[in-house]
């Protein structure tokens, strides 16, 4: 219904080409007596107000290159030295400059001796990015760059996560270039610290923000690795292995080659010892143990959120998840690959596979401390064995068409198989009544697929700070499988009651997306520039389980319509909106004020009266303003709304039985979560002392929160048109008004 609609503004979108020239200048650097090149020569470019437009260093013959945006007249200087200065004006009016040979002149003095003595420095801060030294901090030789990270002031490890100025880190960069894509582990777990120069700590802009050079606030902490001088061509890698009691074993290693612009990582790794180098994409959301919706907790799933007027749908970076609880066999492979071709198309390319085995082995008590449940307990054993095989592929590809048009292009799959297993027992009492007793087993075979793929075209104008930026994305997933559930229940009420469950189940979950936006900006006033921007979006779920209970009289399964449903969910944006910002040396500020118009559409294939359409409008505004009053010390403010839909889980009313006293189902009612954000950050930092101090504090407000709400049944009845016996309990997603949180 609504791909028709929009299909020709999609396609005019991802249609318009430009093609504009490219200046290069180009020359050899020579020895005046010798004849012979000198390599490693810096040749710099400038305009006529000194202001650098290009730069390049000569090769092993001596010759350089020179690509720039520029035309006019400029200024060709090389210092080098025991070498006189070397100065020239040239014109640059065609597609190639061809300088020629520059002859350079030695230039001796005869000096006194001279004794030099200074400090190394721990850091220096350049602008926004703090720059560590790295060999101000002492490694062992086979250290790992996560190992030398962890003595650098800043940054921290912890339960596999790395943070930098008290902001998870997003992404980490060599030289950089992408390193298995978002995968922040692999890159420092396996990168050596022997090659490392410099660490460097940065807000990174999003592709169209670094382009466009409107700073939008919407920044993602990174990780840039400088590699010591030398190692640009150079091969290194390692093995190791180790056994010890228990028969615990661990062994893996990695290569890494590094040729100019092609570099290839390869790294492996098999042990039992709960060690992963790498992050799981696990796109089912199973882990460990079967997961049960619901226990108060928030899953926005495969909603769509939309965010202080600009749209964005579910990654496969929404996935990413720690290292797994319980004891852990892995067997792993990775692969990285990056290089540059014809001086203008940067690929990045990684493969991950993944071969897992998770035992965890729960112990949970819950005690109720509500005046209607006062004295009620819950206690639960549960041991789970999960097999996981997982496939990851992530790329990047960069045209930098000329100097004036690039094409970015980013495709992703992950495919997924999970078959967890877990037998568990619980007991409800009040004070020492046993209310119920239960012991389940529960088995389920899954699979999963996440294709997404986004291009972005961007175009610069002949006037500085005029550009245009096309985007489109897509993106398809699948869940699919099917589990098998018995429990043997007892309920201890006047009379007791014993309930045998034995089912079978079939699941199946698709999404479909696609969406497609529109940004210009233009000079405004000066140091000023406005944005404008439009999104359109269109996403599809469709969810649907069958139940069969097995009758033992008639020893055939039967479909259990209480437990099965069919429901497709349809949802789409359209948002427009004006942005203003003002930069000068000591401030960066930013204001957005968007307006969305959301449809919703739920379409219960079982309950026809259920189907539900709503539409939705919001103003989004946001505001960032940046302070810094010197290199060291910067203090920022973010305020930012965003919508967000409930996903195809939230909304499936039918009811989840896994553990049949802790019952969940949806809630085909919810409304979109409409949220306030507010965060500041204040940073100052000591370079000579190697000291940071950084305070971090935000918090939100929603008028539509979606949380969960829990009924404890205190007697046998029916809520929600589900019959609950004493003691058991039931989840379902709620919208909650006055909701907020704060945070340091």
């Given at each position: ?5 929009y ?8 249609t ?42 000569t ?11 520029f ?28 300088i ?20 190394q420095?721990?850091a ?21 760059a ?9 940054i921290k490890v ?6 930098a ?8 960069l ?67 292995a ?5 028969d ?7 290569l ?33 143990s ?47 690959y990056t290089?540059?071709?014809w001086?203008?198309v ?41 097999d996981?095989?997982?496939?990851r ?38 004070g ?51 589990s ?15 309930e045998?469950?034995s ?13 497609a ?47 099965s ?8 944006t ?14 960066n500020v ?5 307006y ?22 919001n ?6 303003y ?69 305070a ?15 009924f ?13 016996f004493?003691?058991?309990?039931l ?14």
């Amino acid at each position: 219904m609504y791909s028709k609609r929009y299909l020709f503004v999609i396609l005019l979108l991802n249609t318009i080409y430009l093609l504009n020239a490219q200046n290069i200048i180009k020359g050899k650097v020579i020895d005046n007596k010798t004849k012979k090149g000198i390599k490693f020569v810096n040749v710099l470019f400038t305009d006529l107000q000194k202001q650098q437009v290009g730069l390049a260093q000569t090769d092993a013959l001596g010759a350089f290159q020179i690509q720039t945006n520029f035309e006019g007249k400029g200024l060709l200087k090389i210092n080098f030295i025991g070498y006189k200065a070397f100065e020239k004006n040239i014109n640059i009016s065609k597609k190639n400059t061809n300088i020629g040979d520059i002859l350079l002149e030695e230039s001796s003095m005869q000096l006194k001796e001279v004794l030099v003595k200074e400090k190394q420095p721990l850091a220096v801060q350049k602008g926004d990015t703090t720059e560590i030294n790295a060999e101000a901090y002492k490694a062992n030789p086979d250290a790992t760059a996560q190992d030398l990270m962890e003595k650098m002031p800043g940054i921290k490890v912890q339960d596999g996560k790395i943070q930098a100025h008290g902001e998870d880190v997003k992404k980490v960069l060599i030289d950089g270039k992408e390193s298995f894509g978002e995968d922040v582990n692999a890159t420092i777990q396996n990168f050596p610290a022997e090659m490392i120069d410099k660490v460097q700590i940065f807000d990174k802009l999003s592709d169209r923000a670094e382009f466009t050079g409107f700073n939008d606030g919407e920044t993602s902490k990174t990780i840039n690795i400088v590699t010591k001088y030398g190692m640009k061509k150079t091969t290194s890698g390692k093995v190791y292995a180790g056994y010890g009691t228990n028969d615990r074993y661990q062994a893996g290693g990695n290569l890494n080659v590094f040729r100019g612009e092609r570099r290839i990582t390869l790294l492996f790794q098999s042990n039992n010892t709960n060690q992963q180098n790498f992050s799981i994409a696990d796109i089912l959301g199973a882990s460990g143990s079967n997961s049960r919706r619901g226990g108060g907790g928030r899953s926005r799933g495969g909603g769509m959120r939309s965010s202080g007027g600009s749209g964005h749908n579910s990654s496969l970076s929404d996935f990413m998840v720690s290292d797994n609880s319980g004891i852990n066999q892995t067997n792993a492979f990775g692969i990285n690959y990056t290089d540059k071709y014809w001086n203008k198309v940067k690929v990045n390319g990684s493969y991950f596979f993944n071969l897992s085995n998770n035992k965890t082995e729960k112990d949970i008590y819950r005690e109720y401390i509500n005046n209607e449940n006062s004295g009620q307990t819950y206690n639960e054993n549960s041991l789970s064995n999960t097999d996981n095989i997982n496939h990851r592929l992530n790329m990047r590809i960069e045209w930098q068409i000329d100097t004036a048009n690039s094409l970015l292009i980013i495709p992703k799959l992950t495919f997924q198989q999970n078959k967890p297993k877990t037998d568990y027992t619980g007991t409800t009492l009040i004070g020492n009544d046993i209310i119920n007793d239960i012991n389940s087993n529960y088995n389920s075979n899954l699979n999963g697929l996440n294709i997404s793929n986004n291009l972005l075209f961007r175009h610069k104008f002949k006037k500085i700070g005029r550009t245009i930026t096309l985007g489109m994305n897509g993106e398809y997933s699948e869940n699919s499988g099917n589990s098998d559930l018995y429990s043997y229940n007892q309920y201890n009420n006047e009379i007791i009651t014993i309930e045998e469950i034995s089912q079978d189940a079939n699941s199946n979950q698709y999404g479909r997306g696609i969406s497609a936006n529109i940004s210009y900006t233009e000079p405004f006033i000066k140091k000023s520039l406005l944005m404008f921007d439009y999104q359109i979006g269109y996403k599809n779920s469709s969810s649907d389980k069958y139940t069969y209970n097995y009758e033992t009289q008639q020893v055939i399964y039967t479909l259990d319509s209480s437990l099965s449903n069919m429901l497709e969910n349809n949802y789409m944006t359209n948002n427009a909106g004006v942005s203003y910002m003002f930069n000068d040396t000591n401030n960066n500020v930013v204001f957005k004020l968007n307006y969305q118009m959301s449809d919703l559409q739920n379409n219960d294939m079982f309950f026809i009266d259920k189907n539900i359409n709503k539409t939705f409008y919001n103003f989004l505004p946001s505001l960032m303003y940046r302070y810094r009053n010197s290199k060291r010390k910067s203090i920022q403010i973010n305020y930012r709304t965003s919508v967000n839909a409930p996903s195809i889980e939230q909304l499936q009313d039918v009811l989840n039985n896994n553990n049949p006293t802790q019952l969940s189902k949806g809630n085909t009612d919810l409304k979109t979560d409409y949220q306030h954000n507010l965060f500041a950050r204040y940073f100052n930092t000591n370079t000579d002392k190697g000291m940071t101090f950084f305070a971090l504090i935000g918090g939100g407000f929603s008028n539509n929160y979606i949380g969960n709400n829990t009924f404890v049944a205190e007697n046998d009845t029916i809520i929600n048109n589900v019959a609950l016996f004493s003691g058991s309990q039931l989840t379902v997603p709620e919208n909650m008004t006055g909701y907020y949180n704060l945070r340091s």
